[in-house]
């Protein structure tokens, strides 16, 4: 199972670009489907962006597309989130999630707060 550490959140205006990373350590990350999701004050978590092992097909969520992309290094373990124009409503807690077959594993998570 991957243990996964997200790091890049922060405050940032809005209009403003943020990257968050998230590295994995573990066997077989280039198994495992990759995805971010977000959890709002007050709100469930939600599917961000997701992104598949070979091919690299990417999904997102309607509220982002156009302004987030999802990406991964598979040499390095590695999975991305770059997010452009941020708005308000951005503002999360954003966590990464690995699955592969029956496992899946969480990181701790990391803030963004988009306000100026």
């Known amino acids: 199972q991957l243990q996964l550490v997200e790091s890049g959140g922060g405050l940032v205006q809005p209009g403003g670009s943020l990257r968050l990373s998230c590295a994995a350590s573990?066997?077989?990350?280039?198994?495992?489907?990759m995805s971010w999701y977000r959890q709002a004050p007050g709100k469930e978590r939600e599917l961000v962006a997701r992104?598949?092992?070979?091919?690299?097909?990417?999904n997102y969520a309607d509220g982002v597309k156009g302004r987030f992309t999802i990406s991964r290094d598979n040499a390095k373990n590695t999975v991305y989130l770059e997010m452009n124009s941020l708005k308000s409503e951005d503002t999360a807690v954003y966590y990464c999630?690995?699955?592969?077959?029956?496992?899946?594993?969480w990181g701790q998570g990391t803030q963004v707060t988009v306000s100026s």
């Open positions: 992104i598949s092992t070979t091919t690299g097909s990417t």
């Open positions: 573990g066997l077989n990350f280039s198994s495992y489907v």
């Open positions: 999630n690995g699955r592969y077959a029956w496992l899946t594993s």
